[in-house]
């Protein structure tokens, strides 16, 4: 079989399937046609199955080295490992394509397949705007990104996998990323449905949000991820450089999290129906945007794809969905327009309103500090960087106040707070911040003023989410000594979605503590003969010797080093400087000893015949938390899913007394 | 209109422009050598600064920087000498205004947004009186309303 031939046919079979879903599901809405929504459904399945089976085949290539194909040349060798082999299939840019099209047809698939009765008004359009989206992307793939176009003369052996993309994390990473990026699709084609259909109540956003926490859950890992696989193999010390394609997937984040929030004041109040069909279509468009910006090659960094034309088909598409999307939204503005307002600046509403008043706010200055070298070169071909320094100085204090926003906002009631209940409930969240900052300053001796009032500040959110569960827990207890916990459990599994919320505002407080950490963190640079030594931040780190041998793909060149801290061993590191021969080219293992107080990280940046290495050496305070807030805010999401859908909205339906009877509005004159 | 949500929104974007300028280096006083490492991008790996670079010729420009800085040049001095050597992109902090001000532009017009459009009195749609509810109606409002607490208790 001719996998390239075959391969190509299934892509273009499917393209046909994604257009004809977009048609006639378009039709079926116009015309009223059950026959041709079921059609355009059967049709989507089908691209589905013939896109799934389009990858089935690049993954065969991949593994039985079919070198006539130009991708599996490029991007795998004889000598590729099996789990490299298979993440082979989204390392370069036909391949991820043709994956980004897959994870788009399974996100929806299953949310056609779960919505079209429940949601029948609004599946038709979305599934028409769904099919849209594939019939672009597998255009993309069929004519423009082809992974199967064949190489002649067939090479003997492929250039391999980067060695960088090498990594356990670079196999999840771009997974989740994509998970994340396309799962938004369905909030979207959700959105301009409802949109087109005029019909802007709740139901397009409880109906999909499933999909929006999961798409914010996975994105969430997704960017993590990236930063632990920047930490741990780019050897330069950090995990986020504020790099153009960073930030193209934390824009996306941004606005989903702003999203997150902000619906929920759709829901209990009816406003802010404009703000959230904008959000959800701004988040999808970004999502587009970074997908653009990092095949465009109109950004130079570590994480982008060779340059080609296919980032320029972005463009239009990318102008086609805006313009449409946010047409739609001026069209349907009068309808769409709140007739309530707030009542006072000091509720729930407000906060969730400042709340997002920062992140969009953060989003709009990661976007433009993103594209303003772009905008710069192309009005005055002068080139400029916008790099880490403007991120950090606009960025840090507006995520400070956004910080402080995550203590207080929980603590506002609905409508009109009381800043008499206000002020009680924040006496012990603000003397646990009052009395962090004095341990850290007369304790510990921090002087850093940043470091304090972060830190102070992560502890009074800390105590302030906390007592929310404690609060909750307290209305539930039963008797026993058991009696807290069987409360705490309770309140929990009643209310998923609030506590899984605050679970994941748990995590962000471990990632703050991380992040703080690095205003200590302490570097070492220099060279090192065998049986040297130098000592950092407490850590008394010797060269051993050197020592080297050869794989099959590399030759490892490392250096022993052995760390002590009070005279005691406490770690062996082996820092690599390795050379890929498949590649030729060198790339640094770093030496890594981790615990919760600090990392102790080594990079070996040379080690010549002598065996005399040059290295450098960092010592980064906390950062295990940020991992360890990441891993707690996905469980947080798990919770809010949980506690998502038909069974989690009879658990919030179960507690009408919390909502007063003339809260519950009766909409008059509705049909 | 009130004036207040206007001060308040010129005086974040004020706040949030003068956190970032104050950011930046006093051009006249001696930097230490990590300070100007981590605002110059390397232009030796795409993406970081000279400060997180990894490769041995960051490396050694990293050493003309510490012995610039030791025979005392100011920062101004220092940037003037790289832009020189490499251009004006290896300033990572932007020497442009517009680049700073923009965000703090948006800061500022968001937080007149969120202060004065949704207190703004609500267009004349609801006029008089809501629309009588018929008795069948209000019977049946009234049953599906029992029915749903009923479901909800289950």
């Known amino acids: 079989m001719d996998i390239g031939l075959t391969g190509r046919l299934v892509v273009l079979v499917a393209l046909l399937s994604a257009l004809w879903t977009c048609l006639a599901s378009a039709a079926a809405v116009w015309r009223r046609s059950t026959r041709l929504a079921i059609s355009s459904r059967r049709a989507l399945y089908a691209t589905g199955i013939l896109v799934v089976s389009a990858a089935a085949l690049l993954v065969m290539a991949l593994y039985s080295r079919d070198f006539s194909l130009a991708y599996v040349a490029g991007y795998s060798s004889r000598s590729t490992p099996p789990l490299y082999t298979l993440t082979a299939l989204w390392a370069g840019m036909e391949g991820s394509l043709l994956f980004w099209t897959l994870i788009t047809c399974l996100w929806a698939g299953t949310a056609v397949a779960r919505l079209s009765l429940r949601q029948r008004e609004l599946a038709g359009t979305a599934t028409a705007v769904l099919g849209a989206i594939l019939a672009f992307f597998l255009g993309l793939v069929a004519f423009a990104a082809n992974p199967f176009q064949p190489i002649s ?16 994390f670079m196999a999840i990473h771009p997974v989740l990323l994509y998970l994340g990026f396309t799962g938004f699709a369905v909030p979207f084609s959700f959105a301009v ?116 034309p296919t980032g320029k088909m972005f463009l239009p598409f990318l ?111 603000l003397i646990t911040g009052s009395a962090t900052v004095i341990v850290l300053a007369a304790g510990l001796g921090v002087r850093s003023a940043g470091a304090l009032f972060g830190l102070g500040l992560s502890a009074f959110v800390a105590a302030a989410t906390i007592g929310e569960f404690v609060r909750g827990a307290r209305g539930h207890r039963g008797g026993g000594w058991l009696g807290p916990i069987k409360g705490l459990v309770e309140v929990v599994s009643r209310n998923r979605r609030r506590y899984g919320g605050y679970i994941v505002h748990l995590g962000v407080v471990l990632i703050c503590l991380g992040l703080s950490g690095t205003a200590f963190k302490q570097t070492w640079s220099g060279s090192l003969a065998p049986g040297q030594s130098f000592s950092l931040a407490g850590y008394s780190i010797r060269y051993d010797a050197p020592r080297a041998y050869s794989t099959e793909e590399k030759i490892v060149r490392m250096a022993v080093m052995t760390v002590r801290k009070d005279g005691e061993v406490v770690a062996r590191l082996t820092p690599q400087r390795n050379l890929h021969l498949a590649s030729n080219q060198p790339q640094s293992e770093i030496g890594l000893k981790s615990s919760l107080t600090d990392d102790l990280y080594l990079v070996l940046t040379q080690i010549d015949l002598s065996g005399t290495v040059t290295m450098r050496a960092w010592v980064n305070p906390l950062v295990a938390w940020i991992w360890l807030g990441a891993a707690v805010m996905v469980l947080g999401t798990l919770v809010i899913m949980s506690g998502v859908g038909p069974r989690g909205d009879r658990f919030k339906a179960a507690r009408p007394a919390a909502q007063p009877l003339e809260q519950v509005s009766v909409p008059t004159g509705v049909s | 209109m009130k004036v ?80 020189a050597n490499y251009g004006e992109s290896a300033m990572a902090r932007p020497r442009e205004s517009m680049a700073w001000l923009a965000p703090a532009v948006a800061a500022g017009l968001g937080l007149l947004a969120l202060l004065y459009l949704p207190r703004r009195r609500p267009s004349p749609e609801p006029q008089g009186a809501p629309p009588e509810i018929s008795e069948s109606d209000r019977a049946r409002i009234r049953r599906d309303m029992t029915e749903f607490l009923r479901g909800a208790n289950e």
């Open chain 2, 4 to 83: 207040w949500p206007i001060a308040a929104a010129a005086g974040l974007g004020a706040l949030i422009a003068a956190l970032a300028i104050s950011s930046g280096p006093d051009p006249n006083s001696v930097p230490t050598p990590e300070a100007v490492a981590g605002r110059i991008m390397s232009p030796f790996c795409p993406g970081l600064t000279l400060e997180e670079c990894p490769s041995q010729q960051a490396a050694e420009l990293r050493n003309q920087i510490e012995a610039k800085v030791r025979s005392g040049a100011t920062n101004r001095e220092i940037d003037e000498w790289v832009v």
């Open chain 1, 193 to 308: 449905a409802a949109l087109v259909a005029g019909r802007l109540e709740v139901g397009w956003f409880t109906s999909t949000r499933r999909w929006t926490v999961l798409a914010w859950s996975f994105l969430t890992a997704g960017i993590a991820l990236g930063a632990a696989w920047a930490y741990m193999e780019l050897g330069w010390g950090g995990f986020w450089a504020w790099d153009p394609v960073e930030n193209a997937s934390l824009l996306p984040w941004l606005t989903g999290t702003a999203f997150l929030h902000s619906v929920l004041v759709q829901e209990r109040r009816g406003m802010l129906k404009i703000w959230n069909v904008g959000l959800i279509l701004a988040t999808y468009c970004l999502a587009i945007l970074g997908t653009f910006l990092t095949r465009s090659g109109l950004l130079s960094s570590v994480h982008t794809f060779s340059e080609s």
């Open chain 1, 319 to 429: 102008a086609v969905m805006v313009v449409s999307a946010f047409g739609l939204l001026g069209w349907r503005y009068e309808k769409l327009r709140s007739h309530r307002h707030l009542e006072s600046m000091l509720c729930r509403e407000a906060m969730f309103l400042f709340n997002n008043l920062l992140l969009t706010t953060i989003a709009f200055t990661v976007l433009w500090g993103t594209v303003y070298p772009i905008l710069v070169e192309a009005f005055s071909g002068a080139k400029i960087s916008v790099g880490p320094p403007f991120f950090n100085a606009v960025v840090v204090p507006i995520g400070i106040a956004l910080l402080g926003l995550t203590g207080i906002g929980p603590l506002v009631t609905w409508r009109r707070g009381s800043w008499r209940s206000l002020k009680r409930q924040l006496r012990i969240p």
């Open chain 1, 153 to 168: 003369p067939i090479p003997p052996d492929g250039s391999g996998l980067n060695p960088l993309l090498q990594s356990p």
